[in-house]
């Protein structure tokens, strides 16, 4: 089974149409049903939206009746000691760095734009003023 698969049958355990899980988490209609990959971005929103999934189900090359019990409390510590979750988490945590700084950067714009803002509404008064 691959990622979307999994995430697909884990919507519909869960009584969840893609729609609703599209709206809710913003992830971009159609991506878990069309041919290409999935991104970490769409990986970490699932997440978010079902804290209690187990990765391991996920990531694992595991056959469903291996887990079944996927949705669960996880034990982090063990996660931790798996290589490839670990490699996963790390990817998340980049991830959420390069968002941060995304939004850095974006609040700095924000900023500027008032600026610009106040500066051309000056200069519209000032020349108001002279046309009166």
Do not use: A, F, R
């Given at each position: 089974m691959t990622i979307?698969?999994?995430?697909?049958e884990i919507l519909k355990n869960k009584g969840i149409t893609e729609y609703k899980f599209y709206k809710d988490t913003g992830v971009s209609r159609g991506t878990l049903s069309n041919n290409?990959?999935?991104?970490?971005?769409t990986i970490v929103k699932f997440f978010a939206y079902f804290p209690t999934i187990d990765a391991n189900y996920i990531f694992k090359e595991?056959?469903?009746e291996e887990n079944k019990e996927y949705d669960k409390p996880i034990d982090k510590a063990v996660v931790l000691k798996e290589p490839n979750t670990e490699n996963y988490i790390s990817k998340i945590d980049m991830l959420i760095n390069s968002k941060n700084e995304v939004i850095e950067i974006l609040k700095r714009e924000v900023e500027d734009l008032r600026t610009d803002k106040i500066i051309f509404k000056n200069i519209i008064e000032k020349k108001i003023l002279e046309i009166h």
């Open positions: 979307k698969e999994k995430i697909l290409s990959g999935i991104n970490e971005e595991v056959l469903p």
